[in-house]
């Protein structure tokens, strides 16, 4: 990484960072990158305040630009506040700089205003986005040129999220998360199967959009059980004694990547909801199945068929682990964020 730099995000809670490095929880990208990887790093949370806020949003973007005003390379961790902070160096600066911006939720009608419409990607260098189908939207729709969007994917702490092979797998079937998720398709999938489903519906995005695809809890199938799970300790342990990992989605967004990960990381096969976004993360009938949106049945099936096949899925959970360590460790994503600072201009 070159020197004069800064990273500028939401960042994470200290907290949640010195867990991570004193391993007791997994390593994110923020915690992993703010140990002297930038020369400055600015981060939200680590100031206490709220990205979901307009108004903290443009105090934090105004003085993070006066702060990195003289800095050469700036990685923008999110949209918000990077969007914001575009904003203040296209109206107060007439200095190009290398700014790398990371898209997320490249289907928001407000990232396609503000980048294209009102012309903010112009202050950007290079574009980074988490799957194939987002970059081609980004060329497309955005009108980025194809050389100035790379695709990084997602990342998981392979060494937190492992196999625990001194716990039973049991007859059970988990999910995780509470952003975009279609809890009611799985729900209906597993009411009369012949396992246990536990839903962790908890989530580390607290400034998400509301979700629209969350079920309603009442009357609950005796096989489910759906409530917080409290820790990334007793999450992984969920994880370890489940045969499959589900991840039922809502809407055609990216999103349930981290918990698709973490399964996989697991050792798990992981069932995950089709959409374009979200293609290129498992591999159907490899690593586990994509099964078509709102289709309790198809869900049915798959699930059926991983409890009712235990070393074909276990191998598929073996299959699963090698990808996560090979494409989606942090380290690997760390170093696809860092690859357009390394490059020449």
């Known amino acids: 990484m070159p020197q004069d730099s800064a990273y500028i995000g939401v960042g994470e809670p200290v907290s949640r960072v010195n867990d991570a490095l004193e391993k007791k929880g997994p390593m994110g990208e923020f915690a992993a990158m703010s140990r002297g990887v930038f020369s400055q790093v600015l981060s939200m949370a680590q100031q206490g305040l709220n990205p979901a806020s307009n108004v903290d949003c443009a105090r934090f973007a105004l003085a993070a630009w ?121 729900i209906e999938a597993a009411t009369g199967l012949d396992a246990e489903v536990k839903i962790a519906a908890d989530t580390i995005w ?74 290129g993360f498992i591999e159907d009938g490899a690593t586990g199945f994509y099964v078509e949106p709102a289709n309790p049945a198809q869900l049915r099936d798959r699930i059926r068929w991983l409890l009712d096949h235990p070393q074909e899925a276990e191998a598929m959970g073996q299959r699963a682990r090698e990808k996560a360590e090979r494409d989606f460790s942090v380290e690997r994503y760390v170093e696809r964020i860092l690859e357009p600072f390394d490059t020449a201009r």
């Open 206 to 279: 607290r400034y998400s959009v509301a979700d629209k695809g969350k079920a309603k809890t009442e009357a609950l199938p005796p096989n489910v059980e759906m409530r917080s799970w409290g820790s990334y300790t007793h999450l992984r342990q969920l994880y370890a004694e489940s045969r499959v990992v589900v991840v039922p989605l809502a809407r055609p967004i990216i999103s349930g990547i981290t918990v698709a990960l973490e399964g996989m990381a697991m050792g798990k096969p992981v069932i995950l909801t089709r959409n374009p976004y979200v293609e």
């Open 66 to 186: 006066r702060e990195t005003r003289e800095r050469q390379n700036i990685f923008l961790a999110e949209e918000f506040p990077a969007l914001q902070f575009l904003a203040c160096d296209a109206l107060l600066s007439r200095r190009r700089r290398r700014i790398v911006l990371l898209v997320h939720n490249v289907s928001s009608k407000k990232r396609w205003l503000a980048l294209s419409k009102l012309g903010l990607k112009r202050r950007v260098e290079h574009f980074l986005c988490l799957s194939p189908h987002s970059q081609r939207v980004l060329v497309e729709q955005y009108g980025i040129a194809p050389e100035r969007v790379s695709v990084i994917y997602s990342r998981v702490d392979t060494a937190w999220f492992q196999p625990q092979p001194h716990t039973p797998v049991q007859r059970k079937v988990c999910a995780a998360g509470a952003v975009n998720r279609d809890y009611g398709t799985l």
